[in-house]
């Protein structure tokens, strides 16, 4: 096999026009359906407002409180498997941050989206 790029042939490709009925590989499904719908809608009728994703469901869990004789209280969170224990102002999985420690939940600060979760103390 030849490694070297032929860009006499690879000019050809870029010209040639996808004329399928199926679906094209070479464009976001999320495009295709966009102008599938817009071309649909009847003339003067409303276009129905896109639907927001959900929020995914929040990957930590809050299932205990530690407290060491003088110490400050830790929480335990369990997340993808993983035991994390940490104290208020503390960052566990190096992208939460423990904000309050209640005797029943725990507010946590996703430093990458940028929210506020309260997380219940699982029974």
């Avoid at 490709?13 to 071309?39: C, K, P, T, W």
């Avoid at 309050?100 to 989206?113: K, N, P, T, Y």
Wanted: hydrophobic content about 40%.
């Amino acid at each position: 096999m030849d490694p070297r790029l032929r860009l006499t042939e690879l000019e050809l490709a870029e010209d040639a026009v996808y004329e399928a009925g199926g679906r094209n590989i070479f464009h976001d499904a999320i495009e295709e359906g966009v102008q599938r719908l817009n071309s649909r809608s009847p003339v003067g009728s409303k276009a129905p407002v896109p639907l927001q994703p959900a929020m995914p469901e929040f990957p930590l869990s809050f299932f205990g409180i530690a407290k060491v004789l003088d110490s400050t209280k830790k929480v335990c969170l369990l997340g993808d498997g993983e035991i994390f224990i940490g104290g208020e102002g503390e960052i566990v999985d190096r992208r939460y941050r423990i904000l309050r420690i209640g005797s029943s939940s725990v507010d946590v600060e996703d430093l990458l989206e940028n929210t506020h979760h309260t997380l219940a103390m699982q029974q």
